[in-house]
């Protein structure tokens, strides 16, 4: 099979494109042929060797994908060869012609999910819920602030975010990415280049703050957040896009008996597998009837998946980047 491989630490331009063995199927493991890969900002990292896991070399990135089930291993029982599905590749794999992955990390599709939103579905989504539901316990009514709300889980958190019932303030970097995180439902959104987030946020909420605050962006609006947070507010921290891991003032989270939360859905869908598969039962039943739809802004083919990465790196893209493999 065609594979994009990661031989040494680095960036997109030390990808090499070449042919390679095809994966074979272990006991509790399933083949997928790839029909398109979901493009992450932790692939960026993996193949930089600064991700939380390390592959050994060699290994594609891509943590997600969508695709046919081609062969299952010993034991496999929720899925069948020629099976449409999602599948997580947490490790990568995904930007090839096939891979292999987990009985429990692979999921059937419903009628009506195509192979691209399947691969742009269960890193963001699967994040966001679970930071939205369980991390975060939003509720109906509330306020949502959403930094780096046009990026892939920041549209979703927008989305996930309305749809359950919240007021959401997006936060975006230029004005050009207003319009899609209006689009997907916010009810406010600006530009944090121009407005203070601390003041900006205040004002839009008579003073209160934000109930509810999702952070993958960190750095300095990790910092405001904690200035424009409503008392008994919850702080998510899903990640540092700024490239700064901010340090919180502990007063400022006594003085508004606040909470500063941490979203590792990665880890959690290891501990607690049966839930993650509920939730995306839930998710990809949303998609199907058109109340959730993964907004795809760039396509590349599998050869070009280096310039979907840098794509992603220079923040070019909103929503999601799929590399198209077949």
């Not at 891509?62 to 999602?86: L, Y």
């Not at 691209?116 to 963001?124: L, N, S």
């Not at 703050?209 to 200035?227: H, Q, W």
């Not at 998710?283 to 396509?299: D, F, Q, V, Y």
Request: aromatic fraction near 8%.
């Amino acid at each position: 099979m065609k594979a994009m491989l990661c031989k040494a630490w680095g960036g997109p331009d030390d990808l090499v494109f070449e042919e390679t063995d095809d994966p074979k199927a272990g006991k509790g493991e399933v083949v997928i042929d790839i029909h398109a890969s979901g493009v992450n900002f932790p692939d960026i990292l993996l193949i930089g060797g600064k991700y939380q896991f390390k592959p050994d070399f060699p290994f594609s990135p891509g943590m997600e994908v969508g695709g046919i089930v081609s062969e299952v291993g010993e034991g496999v029982t929720a899925v069948k060869p020629g099976d449409r599905v999602m599948a997580m590749t947490m490790t990568g794999g995904g930007f090839a012609e096939k891979c292999v992955t987990p009985e429990r990390k692979v999921f059937k599709l419903p009628d009506g999910v195509s192979f691209e939103q399947a691969a742009g579905f269960p890193v963001t989504y699967g994040t966001t819920y679970h930071a939205l539901k369980d991390r975060a316990e939003l509720k109906a009514g509330e306020v949502l602030l959403v930094h780096g709300a046009s990026g892939g889980v920041g549209l979703n958190a927008v989305e996930l975010g309305k749809l359950m019932g919240a007021t959401v303030i997006g936060t975006v970097g230029s004005d050009a990415k207003m319009d899609i995180v209006r689009q997907y439902g916010a009810d406010h959104v600006f530009n944090y280049s121009d407005k203070s987030i601390r003041e900006t946020v205040k004002e839009l909420t008579g003073g209160q703050g934000a109930d509810v605050i999702y952070d993958p962006v960190g750095g300095d609006a990790f910092d405001e957040s904690l200035r424009c947070i409503n008392w008994g507010g919850r702080l998510l921290v899903v990640g540092f896009a700024s490239g700064r891991i901010p340090e919180a003032k502990a007063n400022l989270v006594l003085l508004k008996q606040c909470q500063i939360v941490g979203v590792f859905w990665g880890a959690w869908t290891e501990k607690f597998p049966d839930g993650c598969r509920a939730q995306f039962d839930e998710l990809l039943g949303w998609c199907a009837e058109g109340k959730i739809n993964p907004h795809i802004s760039m396509r590349f083919p599998l050869a070009d998946s280096p310039e979907a990465l840098k794509a992603l790196a220079a923040r070019k893209a909103t929503g999601k980047v799929i590399v198209n493999v077949r």
